[in-house]
């Protein structure tokens, strides 16, 4: 009786261990000495894209990156001769291969079992493509961050000498009766206000921001934003329309720095309509999001220029310090599941489109974006 105990007692064991083998987030594969599949769990089929039965028996080469299964076999094969280990009870980094043939970035840990004499490897396999992401935006975080600091100590040194020019220069247009001089007095206030303007973008672009999270009507803010741009248009003949579409749109955003955005990409499009047109602006519900577009047809973008459009001091403008785009997508990337999208053809116009995620509750919180 106590034999049959302490056996029903192993097989719970070795039931509630398999069940939780077989159930964590890690994929476990487990190979003989020829590297053949003889366990591959759940995680596994997820991360690697394999049916266990079509991995079952089969060689290891299978799921591997060609980079890897040559050192892998020689790694086993050299255990199994010397019984010394060089990978196993350490973690390594590696790429791996899913089916469809795309690469991962991945950890694995490698531990040996020797039963009847047979030695049995089983491989726990993290994947760090998050991971790596996180990482990455913390060291742009950190890099934002100290040139942020530059950026604001520079702009502190030029700012208050520009102001002086920028003064004088607007005393003497007062007190000056010469055209020419005039003229010229002009183009020096014009390009100090320009320069303003830049310092002010560049702080904008590179200070870390605090996101004041509230639940906000997005059809009530474009509305607003839209009677803005109305008032600033010098060209009558250039309309904005606005189409709300079915429901109530709301969402959990920093509604200034919202608006900031929207009235940017809005007066972008307006820019582009040198002949007159139509932008639309249109605001729908799309599953779990609300989706924003602001739709012109314009001159568009070349090809050639696509890439570099979201790059700081890039621009198609005469007079434009290239960070409005740069600044209205890193405030929409900061919102979390914010998505900021342009899309444009040359000679057919331009759609940039703004995806948040809609509202899922009480919301009244601050977002530290130095921190993330």
């Known amino acids: 009786m106590q034999k049959i105990a302490e056996n029903d007692e192993s097989l719970k064991e070795i039931s509630i261990l398999k069940g939780a083998v077989e159930n964590t987030n890690e994929a476990f594969v487990t190979i003989d000495k020829d590297s053949t599949v003889i366990f591959f769990n759940k995680a596994a089929e997820r991360m690697f894209g394999y049916c266990r039965k079509d991995v079952i028996g089969r060689d290891l080469a299978l799921i591997l990156g060609p980079a890897c299964r040559e050192g892998h076999q020689r790694a086993v094969d050299h255990y199994v001769q010397t019984k010394k280990a060089k990978l196993i009870g350490h973690e390594t980094e ?29 491989g726990i396999v993290r994947e760090l493509t998050e991971t ?26 030029i700012k208050n000498p520009l102001t002086m020019i920028g003064g004088f220069a607007r005393q003497l247009l007062r007190k000056i009766s010469g055209e020419k001089e005039k003229a010229k007095l002009d183009v020096i ?10 310092l002010s973008d560049l702080k904008d672009l590179y200070r870390p921001r605090q996101l004041k999270l509230i639940k906000v009507d997005i059809d009530e803010l474009l509305q607003e934003v839209c009677s803005l741009a109305r008032e600033h248009i010098k060209n009558s003949t250039i309309a904005i329309h606005f189409d709300a579409g079915a429901g109530i749109k709301m969402v959990d955003a920093d509604r200034d720095k919202l608006k900031q955005v929207l009235l940017n990409v809005v007066k972008n499009s307006t820019e582009a309509l040198a002949g007159g047109g139509t932008v639309s602006v249109v605001s729908e519900a799309a599953g779990e999001n609300i989706r924003i577009s602001v739709i012109d047809a314009g001159m568009g973008i070349p090809a050639s220029m ?29 919102h979390p599941g914010g998505i900021f999208s342009l899309e444009s053809e040359e000679g057919k116009g331009t759609t940039v489109t703004i995806t948040l995620p809609s509202h899922t509750g009480p919301c009244m919180l601050s977002v530290d974006r130095e921190r993330d």
């Open 94 to 122: 590696f790429q791996a291969m899913r089916k469809n043939g795309e690469t991962f970035p991945a950890s694995i840990s490698f531990s040996v079992t020797t039963i009847s004499d047979a030695f049995y490897f089983t």
């Open 306 to 334: 696509r890439e570099k459009i979201f790059s700081p001091f890039f621009t198609t403008k005469e007079y434009g310090t290239g960070l409005g785009l740069s600044i209205s997508k890193r405030i929409v990337d900061e």
């Open 189 to 198: 206030v014009m390009e100090v206000e320009r320069l303003e303007h830049l």
């Open 132 to 157: 790596k992401a996180l990482h990455a935006q913390v060291v742009q975080a950190e890099r934002l961050a100290a040139l942020g600091q530059m950026v604001a100590e520079i702009s502190h040194e």
